[in-house]
């Protein structure tokens, strides 16, 4: 980053205390506490808003499309699934 170029800050927004925060979109700021005052007059203005936060963007970590594995199972857990256990659809009361 050179002196004339202010750092990328990601924004989350938060409607109402509890909810989920929401990426929004993102600044451009020389400082957290500066990004976070643009944050406010840019994304609070025109909605509610009950909370803010701002992240460099260069520490955010993302997936990567090409890597197609990335999502795969690593191990097979059918045995979680009820439907791979043999039950009658029926049990007899009368047996014992």
Excluded at 59 to 66: C, H, R
């Amino acid at each position: 980053m050179t002196d004339t170029q202010w750092e990328t800050y990601e924004v989350f927004h938060q409607t109402r205390r509890g909810d989920a925060h929401i990426h929004v979109g993102c600044v451009h700021a020389p400082d957290p506490q500066m990004a976070l005052h643009l944050a406010r007059d840019q994304f609070a203005r025109r909605l509610r808003c009950s909370s803010i936060w701002v992240v460099p963007t260069r520490e955010l970590t993302a997936s990567d499309y090409q890597d197609e594995s990335f999502f795969s199972q690593a191990t097979d857990k059918s045995y979680r699934d009820p439907k791979t256990f043999g039950a009658p659809d029926k049990l007899d009361p009368h047996a014992s």
